[in-house]
């Protein structure tokens, strides 16, 4: 018999690690001319239009935010709010409501029509599914730092079309409501959610030297998917450069130009990551988390995590609530 593990897949590592979780929530039916503002939400949004045509533009602090026009949505298409407000709307320059006003009735359900105090003439229907995503609050900045504050994905891009065979089943599945309904249609939203995740990604790579940009490149990608696989096992430089396929000068210059930090620094920053989750969430000896992430001694584990983290384990793990700004960029954002 053979074995076949799945390869190592960094983004999977960090959504688990945030212990991302989908939510669908709201349904939104608009007729006519409206326009609705949304308040920066405490958790990423995600909504899915499933019928007809309107516009968004991202809110600033003070009203509308002039440095980013509106833009079209169309059916099939998909939003990721990351952060801020903003206002969905039949045209551009309507004057918008509250989004309170309009989810008022229970089961996330709103309708608004022309004249319900939104002046404008009258327009197709559009249809909208949405939810959020939750996150832990110290770990979700990994990824969610590292995003616009609004990811747009067409309905039309080739990377797409997963997310319209979902759509429908989700879109059915909302409909029907029958039993486990709220399950079902949370795990469609899981799964869209990825597969948008990945067509933003493939449609506008990331920037910059970080983890994400460096997940993406062929060489570096696979020395990042072997210390996410392996955690715990204490890799050199060359072995690492030999799964990049690139000689270890090469390897270490091209390492520290897509992420920003050395290969070994990135292996003990992860690790410390693994480490400080893992003493939030639970109540295992520091000894049993230095042991299962290579350490053969408690010492030299806590003199790691003190060095990225600042503080002991055992301090980290008593102040986790309280954790500062610092904490939480120290292992592998930079």
Request: with cysteine; glycine share 10%.
């Amino acid at each position: 018999m053979i074995v076949q593990n799945a390869p190592a897949d960094v983004l999977s590592d960090v959504l688990r690690l945030m212990q991302a979780q989908t939510l669908c929530s709201a349904r939104l039916v608009a007729r006519g001319a409206w326009s609705i503002r949304f308040q920066p939400p405490d958790t990423i949004k995600f909504n899915v239009m499933t019928a007809g045509t309107c516009w968004i533009r991202p809110d600033g602090p003070d009203g509308p935010d002039g440095r980013e026009a509106p833009r079209r949505l169309d059916a099939g298409d998909c939003f990721v709010v990351v952060r801020g407000g903003f206002v969905l709307a039949s045209a551009p320059d309507l004057p918008p409501v509250p989004a309170a006003q309009v989810f008022q009735a229970p089961g996330g359900e709103a309708n608004v029509n022309a004249g319900n105090g939104v002046p404008g003439a009258a327009g197709d229907e559009v249809r909208f599914l949405g939810g959020s995503v939750r996150f832990d609050r110290l770990d979700g900045g990994l990824l969610f730092d590292l995003l616009p504050r609004l990811l747009m994905i067409p309905g039309d891009v080739p990377g797409a079309a997963p997310i319209g065979w979902l759509l429908d089943q989700l879109d059915r599945e909302w409909r029907a409501g029958g039993v486990g309904s709220q399950l079902v249609c949370n795990d469609l939203l899981r799964l869209m959610f990825v597969h948008a995740l990945r067509t933003h990604l493939s449609e506008h790579p990331p920037q910059g030297a970080n983890w994400l940009a460096a997940s993406l490149d062929s060489s570096i990608g696979r020395a990042l998917g072997a210390i996410h696989a392996e955690p715990c096992r204490n890799w050199t430089l060359a072995e690492l450069a030999g799964i990049a396929g690139r000689s270890r000068s090469s390897f270490a210059a091209a390492f520290r130009e897509r992420v920003g930090i050395p290969p070994i620094d990135y292996m003990l920053r992860w690790r410390m990551r693994l480490a400080a989750t893992r003493l939030r969430r639970g109540q295992e000896p520091v000894s049993t988390i230095a042991a299962s992430l290579g350490y053969l001694s408690d010492s030299a584990f806590s003199a790691t995590f003190r060095r990225i983290m600042g503080v002991s384990p055992v301090r980290y793990r008593t102040g986790a609530d309280k954790a500062p700004a610092s904490d939480r960029a120290a292992a592998i954002k930079d």
